[in-house]
């Protein structure tokens, strides 16, 4: 594969550098807020996503008759990437998991329901995947979904427990995994859209160590018209494990774990320790040198997913030989990463010596307490969208062919 952007690509992103530039605004980007909490949770947030809307740039890979420009996965890449290296809001659920399942296996009411929303900016997404009993294994879920007709409708009856609900507080719409068949573990999973603020669903903040917000949500006796319902009943799971592949991979973007690199490598560069440089230490070169190494190969595993995923777009749109997506590949790629970066905040606290314990934006602090908010950030990123277990188990299975119990 060629790991150099093409002319065009470098063009578009000296486009959205430039937009950025103009639009920059602290409200908006932060860089203390990384990967899982760079979300669309402020109405300057959301203001700024909706400009990023009218560039054109929201659905990008869409077909178009669904609005989109029919573009290679890659300008997404760039965007996502240029965002998040600013600590600013991403791309969202909205785009990817809601978005490309409702293109593929939505019905007709769903597509004009939500597209044209999604593209504007004017609609905010919770995903609802985790229960108390299923977390990372999300073939777990129990929440009950029971056929039913109610004011002369046909649908179902929802009762039960979601947790671990990051937007829910502030979206308009629960993309949600429900219990339609309680016999059968991966083909008895249906997903369904449901209004946040209709009676019958009551969110509770629970607050992360890493600061941020993500809730447990209670569902008692929600009805949910056949309308709502995504694509056929019961081939939910599946769904969910397409657009699982996507969100390991965009929610946990490389430009933020650069950025921290870039920092902490800016400290060792400029700090003296007992009247030597911290650079001219034989340990903490050794550990800064595998620290870079260990960042470029996260960065090459990232443009490895993308080029299988724009082979797999070219394959679907010209009819040629089929090209898997890269489930593999996400895998590997939230599991190194994630994993890098934990051991990135380690090293920053480690070489940053007792001060690094004090909070983010202590301006006398090392690295103005970087490493104290990273370090709690990124034991969080090693378990949303999968933990590093079951990244394991899916490499395991479906890259190197192991048996399930092997």
Known sequence: MDFDFTPEQQAFAAEVEAFLDEHDDPDVFDVTRENMAQIVDTPKRRAFMKQVGRKGWLGMTWPKEYGGSEGEGVYEFILNEALA?????QI????????????????????????????????????????????????????KAVRTTQDGKEGWLLNGQKTWTTSAHFAEWYWLGTRTDPDNKHHGITLMLVPLDQPGVEIRGIWTMGDE????????????PDDYVVGEVNKGFQYISQALD???????????IKQRLDVLTDYVRTTTRDGAPLKDDPTVRSRMARLHTEAEVARVMGLKVVDRSVKAEHATKEGGQYVPPPTVESSEYKLFATEFSRRLANASMDIGGPGSQLRVRTEDAPMVGRAESTYRYTVIDTIGGGASEIQKNIIARRGLGLPKNF
């Open 85 to 89: 290296a600013r600590g600013g809001p």
């Open 92 to 143: 969202g659920k909205g785009v990817g998991i809601i978005g490309k399942t409702l293109i593929a296996h939505g019905n007709d009411h769903l597509k004009d329901t939500f597209l044209p929303m999604i593209l504007e900016n004017d609609v905010e997404f919770a995903v609802g995947y985790s229960e108390p009993n299923a977390g990372s294994d999300a073939a777990s879920m129990k929440l």
């Open 213 to 224: 917000r993500t809730n447990e949500v209670f569902i008692d006796n929600v009805f949910v």
């Open 246 to 256: 996507l969100e390991r991979f965009t929610m946990f973007t490389f430009s933020p």
